[in-house]
Every structure is written in structure tokens, then in C-alpha cells.
């Protein structure tokens, strides 16, 4: 299966424009452009469809007045994904601390209903990673970051990039020859 | 041993966006909702910086107002972000504007025209001549009551989607309306319920009534953002419809009121009202002879329309111009129904 990457739409300068000044029209079709790829970033970061949703949701209301700071120097989508994944991080940072777990996760919902027993195994072993751990590995291996973009998406360096990533495939595939 | 364990990730299947979740966006800007992004962009624009500042300590200010230090309440309404009404309200009155005062003569309320009942709205938003459902429903609730003794109204709000509910009830005083009391519960529906938070007003505190029918002495303006609205954004309308049925409205009339926040009665904000004519409206609920009703923030020049029935003086329908479309809330069924 392809990477996802979410394309640029052909007129997304106009609906930027747009955007930035208020415009609700342009709002929506943006959202028609952009919102299922950054709807899949987001719950692949969060791992259940309620918080995706509720980051999707953030990340377009609040569109408007962070395009008065977006320079129009690099792709507007890549941008887009940088926001999104940020939000979505804060939002699995804050739900870590409040201890919360999703229904998707606690029920294995998500697993069963849109996969196979190994779907729901490999899903479990992503769940299971510490936070870090699996940002990294859904921003490489699921969205095709470079190890530069995960460190300016991050804040971190691209040596603790890499270092992260080993660690969590290494950790994945431990669960998953133990479960097999 | 697994060998291809990126190719297993990429392959996993993710689900599709709910198709609600455009109509809720353009629906929660429309209603005034702001959410500041982590944009992390190094361009300085020390304006905004200005903005959020303002915006931070005004926060600030409000929390420490409405929840007095020592209660059990301490967690705070401003962390219930998908209460919308909240930080819009909360942003409204930034200081540093220009002071701005009703524009007509203060209404003399009609307070026995408030009666118990129950109203439900939905809410659409129509853009470009096509309309989209936005959320589940609105529903205001008035009971008659008594707290303390004393004869109150209580006033719930609830709104929600799919995903959460939100209940708001305010307990005022029946025969001056100053709030005694406000609750505040909000759950995920898919989720494990969170406690309700509720606080009482101090008797001596300086919270006024909903309505003021005179300004404190000495004032010179309130202090507005230019892009406050009246109906559906920034004033929550539910709290708001109760008290439009007690305007003296009459055909030609045009009169102003004071609205004051539920939790202090600092800056309250001139809201003027004009009968522009007459219409019947044909909601859910009914068919409906109104008068229709322009009503404004002289801070801003956009107007929210308000169709109030002849009758009962009922608001059947309120809508609010976007750019290129409009968002507007239906009446969808009332107890005691239409007549």
C-alpha cells in the first residue's frame, strides 16, 4: 500500500488566501482538499477516530488565524501535516497525562473492524510504544518523513530520530514474535 | 521473524473522517470558536504575540473571577475547550478598544412574559444557496423553581453532536434574574463520563441581573472587539433567547439593552434591537407570524436577524450572515407547542 502523502490542490493559493480572511467557503473546500489526509496523520498519531476527528476539527478552526503567520516559501500541504501532526502530539501528551484510553485502543475496535488478527496484532504493537517512541515510527514508516522533517516536526534532533525509530521497531518486533 | 515490519505498517487501514466533520468546522468558526495552533513558524509577528497575550491574561482574569479560591471547582470551565461559547466570550472584551454604547433608548423589559417551557433548535449553515445540518440540536429548558428559598428560574442548555453533550444551567432569580448558580456538565458520549461542576454565586458579589435595565454610574462605554456578534456567535444565544422575549417589541419599535455576562457585570455589552417589518416564518415547529428583528453590537456592522413570534413572542428562527452564506438556527419543536 502507498504512502498517503497529502497532495497539493490546484488552486490551494487562492483557497489559503481565502481562508485567511474569514472565508467559510474557502474553509470547507480546503477542508475537502487536505482534511482526509490530515484526518488519516491524525489517527495514525492518536490511534483512535474521536481524537482524530477532534484534531482535525482544531487544526481547521483554527486555520484562519495561523495562515496570517504561514510564509508561502515551502508546499503548503507539508506545512499543513507539521500542524497537524503538532496538534495531534499535544493532544496525546495531554491524554497521557489525564491517563485516558481510547475506545478504539481499549477494545481493540479499531483493529478488528478494519483489519485481520495480524492488522490487530501489528496495531496493538504500535499502541504499546511509549509516546516518543510512536511518533517516530508513524511519522517514518506510515507517513514518509525524512528523519530532518521528524526532528523540525519534533523538536528533537534527527540522531534521537533515528535513534527512537530503532528502538521502537526493535520493541515492536519483539511483541510481535512473542505474540506469534 | 518479520521482515517487512514498514511495509505492515504503511499497509494498515485507517478509517474515513465522519462526513459531519466539515459541516461541525464551518459551524464552530461561524460560532465564534478560536483555537490557536502550535504553527511553529520562527517569523515573529508581534502583533498576534500581542493578541495572545491579551488574550492569555484575560483568561486568566476570567478564571480567577469565576471560580473563587477554595472551592472544589479549581479544574475551571476553561479547560472544557469544546464549550465554544467560552473562549469566544472570553476574547470579546479584549481592553484597549474603542468604548461604544447603545446606540437607542434602554427597553423596558416585560419580565412576566418569560414562562417555563422547552424549545429545541437545530442549526444549518447555508453556503452558496446549499444548507448542511450541522449539529444534533440545541435544546433550552426553563423551569420554574426554588433555591434557597427563594422563587428562581432555571435556565439549561444543552447542545452536542455524536460525540459529546454539553449541559449549562443557570439558576436566577425569578423576580430580578441575578444569577444564584451555574452548573456545567460535559461528557463524551463514547467515553467515561466527567463530573459536573457547579458553583454558587457570592450574595454580596457585584454579578448583575442577565439584562441590565440601567448602567452602573459613571460609565463611559464598554470596550468591544469589532468582530463581536450578536446572536449566534460570541453572546451564546440560548442564554440570550429567554430574555428576547421580554423586549416590548411592537411594529417600528427600536430599543437597546445592556447584556451582562453570567459571572460579572463589568463591561456589559450594548445589544440594539430594531423591528424591520413583519413575516411569517415556516420552521419545523410551526408556522409562525413574526416580527423580524435586527439585531446588533454597535461594535460591528454585521446584524443577526431574529424572527420573534407575534404570539408569544417566541424566536423561532435566528440567523447570522457569514461572507458567503448565512448560519442560522431553527426552531424544531417547543412545549407547551405552538399554538
Same mark, same amino acid.
Given at each position: 500500500?502507498?504512502?498517503?502523502?497529502?497532495?497539493?490542490?490546484?488552486?490551494?493559493?487562492?483557497?489559503?488566501?481565502?481562508?485567511?480572511?474569514?472565508?467559510?467557503?474557502?474553509?470547507?473546500?480546503?477542508?475537502?482538499?487536505?482534511?482526509?489526509?490530515?484526518?488519516?496523520?491524525?489517527?495514525?498519531?492518536?490511534?483512535?477516530?474521536?481524537?482524530?476527528?477532534?484534531?482535525?476539527?482544531?487544526?481547521?478552526?483554527?486555520?484562519?488565524?495561523?495562515?496570517? %503567520?504561514?510564509?508561502?516559501?515551502?508546499?503548503?500541504?507539508?506545512?499543513?501535516?507539521?500542524?497537524?501532526?503538532? @496538534?495531534?502530539?499535544?493532544?496525546? %501528551?495531554?491524554?497521557?497525562?489525564?491517563?485516558? @484510553?481510547?475506545?478504539?485502543?481499549?477494545?481493540?475496535?479499531?483493529?478488528?473492524?478494519?483489519?485481520?488478527?495480524?492488522?490487530?496484532?501489528?496495531?496493538?504493537?504500535?499502541?504499546?510504544?511509549?509516546?516518543?517512541?510512536?511518533?517516530?515510527?508513524?511519522?517514518?514508516?506510515?507517513?514518509?518523513? /525524512?528523519?530532518?522533517?521528524?526532528?523540525?516536526?519534533?523538536?528533537?534532533?534527527?540522531?534521537?530520530?533515528?535513534?527512537?525509530?530503532? %528502538?521502537?521497531? %526493535?520493541?515492536?518486533?519483539?511483541?510481535?514474535?512473542?505474540? /506469534? | 521473524?518479520?521482515?517487512?515490519?514498514?511495509?505492515?505498517?504503511?499497509? !494498515?487501514?485507517?478509517?474515513?473522517?465522519?462526513?459531519?466533520?466539515?459541516? $461541525?468546522?464551518?459551524?464552530?468558526?461561524?460560532?465564534?470558536?478560536?483555537?490557536?495552533?502550535?504553527? *511553529?513558524?520562527?517569523?515573529?509577528?508581534?502583533?498576534?504575540?500581542?493578541?495572545?497575550?491579551?488574550?492569555?491574561?484575560?483568561?486568566?482574569?476570567?478564571?480567577?473571577?469565576?471560580?473563587?479560591?477554595?472551592?472544589?471547582?479549581?479544574? *475551571?470551565?476553561?479547560?472544557?475547550?469544546?464549550?465554544?461559547?467560552?473562549?469566544?466570550?472570553?476574547?470579546?472584551?479584549?481592553?484597549?478598544?474603542?468604548?461604544?454604547?447603545?446606540?437607542? =433608548?434602554?427597553?423596558?423589559?416585560?419580565?412576566?412574559?418569560?414562562?417555563?417551557?422547552?424549545?429545541?433548535?437545530?442549526?444549518?449553515?447555508?453556503?452558496?444557496?446549499?444548507?448542511?445540518?450541522?449539529?444534533?440540536?440545541?435544546?433550552?429548558?426553563?423551569?420554574?423553581?426554588?433555591?434557597?428559598?427563594?422563587?428562581?428560574?432555571?435556565?439549561?442548555?444543552?447542545? #452536542?453532536?455524536?460525540?459529546?453533550?454539553? $449541559?449549562?444551567?443557570?439558576?436566577?432569580?425569578?423576580?430580578?434574574?441575578?444569577?444564584?448558580?451555574?452548573?456545567?456538565?460535559?461528557?463524551?458520549?463514547?467515553?467515561?463520563?466527567?463530573?459536573?461542576?457547579?458553583?454558587?454565586? =457570592?450574595?454580596?458579589?457585584?454579578?448583575?441581573?442577565?439584562?441590565?435595565?440601567?448602567?452602573?454610574?459613571?460609565?463611559?462605554?464598554?470596550?468591544?472587539?469589532?468582530?463581536?456578534?450578536?446572536?449566534?456567535?460570541?453572546?451564546?444565544?440560548?442564554?440570550?433567547?429567554?430574555?428576547?422575549?421580554?423586549?416590548?417589541?411592537?411594529? #417600528?419599535?427600536?430599543?437597546?439593552?445592556?447584556?451582562?455576562?453570567?459571572?460579572?457585570?463589568?463591561?456589559?455589552?450594548?445589544?440594539?434591537?430594531?423591528?424591520?417589518?413583519?413575516?411569517?416564518?415556516?420552521?419545523?415547529? *410551526?408556522?409562525?407570524?413574526?416580527?423580524?428583528?435586527?439585531?446588533?453590537?454597535?461594535?460591528?456592522?454585521?446584524?443577526?436577524?431574529?424572527?420573534?413570534?407575534?404570539?408569544?413572542?417566541?424566536?423561532?428562527?435566528?440567523?447570522?450572515? !457569514?461572507?458567503?452564506?448565512?448560519?442560522?438556527?431553527?426552531?424544531?419543536?417547543?412545549?407547551?407547542?405552538?399554538?
Amino acid at each position: 500500500m502507498a504512502i498517503h502523502p497529502v497532495s497539493e490542490h490546484p488552486q490551494s493559493a487562492d483557497l489559503v488566501g481565502g481562508v485567511r480572511n474569514g472565508d467559510p467557503a474557502a474553509l470547507g473546500l480546503l477542508y475537502d482538499a487536505f482534511g482526509a489526509g490530515l484526518f488519516r496523520l491524525a489517527y495514525r498519531l492518536t490511534g483512535t477516530r474521536e481524537d482524530a476527528e477532534d484534531v482535525v476539527h482544531d487544526v481547521f478552526v483554527g486555520l484562519p488565524e495561523a495562515l496570517t %503567520r504561514y510564509e508561502e516559501r515551502g508546499q503548503f500541504g507539508a506545512w499543513l501535516r507539521r500542524v497537524t501532526a503538532r @496538534v495531534a502530539l499535544m493532544r496525546q %501528551r495531554k491524554a497521557h497525562r489525564r491517563q485516558e @484510553v481510547g475506545l478504539d485502543s481499549a477494545a481493540g475496535v479499531a483493529s478488528s473492524a478494519h483489519g485481520t488478527s495480524e492488522d490487530a496484532a501489528l496495531r496493538a504493537a504500535l499502541d504499546a510504544l511509549p509516546a516518543d517512541q510512536r511518533a517516530v515510527v508513524v511519522l517514518k514508516e506510515m507517513e514518509g518523513y /525524512t528523519h530532518a522533517e521528524i526532528a523540525t516536526t519534533l523538536g528533537i534532533s534527527h540522531v534521537t530520530s533515528r535513534v527512537r525509530l530503532l %528502538r521502537a521497531l %526493535r520493541r515492536m518486533r519483539r511483541q510481535l514474535e512473542e505474540d /506469534t | 521473524m518479520i521482515k517487512d515490519l514498514s511495509g505492515l505498517l504503511r499497509a !494498515l487501514p485507517t478509517p474515513e473522517p465522519d462526513s459531519e466533520l466539515r459541516g $461541525r468546522i464551518v459551524a464552530s468558526r461561524a460560532a465564534g470558536t478560536r483555537v490557536i495552533l502550535p504553527t *511553529g513558524d520562527k517569523q515573529i509577528d508581534w502583533g498576534f504575540g500581542i493578541r495572545v497575550a491579551v488574550g492569555i491574561a484575560a483568561a486568566v482574569l476570567l478564571a480567577v473571577n469565576i471560580f473563587p479560591r477554595g472551592r472544589d471547582n479549581q479544574e *475551571g470551565l476553561a479547560s472544557s475547550a469544546n464549550a465554544f461559547w467560552w473562549a469566544s466570550e472570553a476574547v470579546a472584551q479584549e481592553p484597549g478598544g474603542k468604548r461604544y454604547v447603545a446606540s437607542y =433608548p434602554l427597553a423596558e423589559l416585560d419580565r412576566t412574559r418569560l414562562s417555563a417551557g422547552q424549545w429545541v433548535f437545530q442549526s444549518r449553515v447555508i453556503i452558496d444557496g446549499f444548507t448542511t445540518d450541522t449539529i444534533t440540536g440545541d435544546t433550552l429548558a426553563i423551569t420554574a423553581g426554588d433555591y434557597g428559598g427563594k422563587g428562581v428560574w432555571q435556565i439549561a442548555n444543552r447542545w #452536542g453532536s455524536r460525540y459529546f453533550v454539553s $449541559r449549562d444551567t443557570l439558576t436566577v432569580d425569578r423576580e430580578t434574574w441575578r444569577p444564584l448558580r451555574r452548573a456545567v456538565a460535559e461528557r463524551r458520549l463514547q467515553r467515561p463520563g466527567e463530573a459536573p461542576r457547579a458553583f454558587e454565586f =457570592p450574595a454580596s458579589g457585584s454579578i448583575g441581573p442577565l439584562l441590565l435595565a440601567s448602567v452602573p454610574a459613571g460609565y463611559t462605554g464598554s470596550q468591544l472587539q469589532p468582530f463581536m456578534g450578536p446572536g449566534l456567535g460570541l453572546i451564546h444565544y440560548l442564554y440570550r433567547l429567554p430574555v428576547l422575549q421580554t423586549l416590548p417589541i411592537r411594529d #417600528g419599535w427600536r430599543g437597546s439593552v445592556y447584556v451582562t455576562w453570567a459571572w460579572r457585570d463589568a463591561n456589559p455589552i450594548p445589544l440594539d434591537a430594531r423591528v424591520v417589518g413583519r413575516e411569517s416564518q415556516t420552521v419545523p415547529a *410551526g408556522t409562525f407570524d413574526c416580527w423580524k428583528v435586527e439585531l446588533q453590537v454597535p461594535s460591528n456592522k454585521a446584524k443577526t436577524i431574529a424572527w420573534i413570534s407575534t404570539d408569544r413572542h417566541w424566536v423561532v428562527r435566528l440567523q447570522e450572515q !457569514l461572507r458567503d452564506g448565512a448560519l442560522e438556527k431553527v426552531l424544531v419543536a417547543a412545549t407547551p407547542p405552538a399554538p
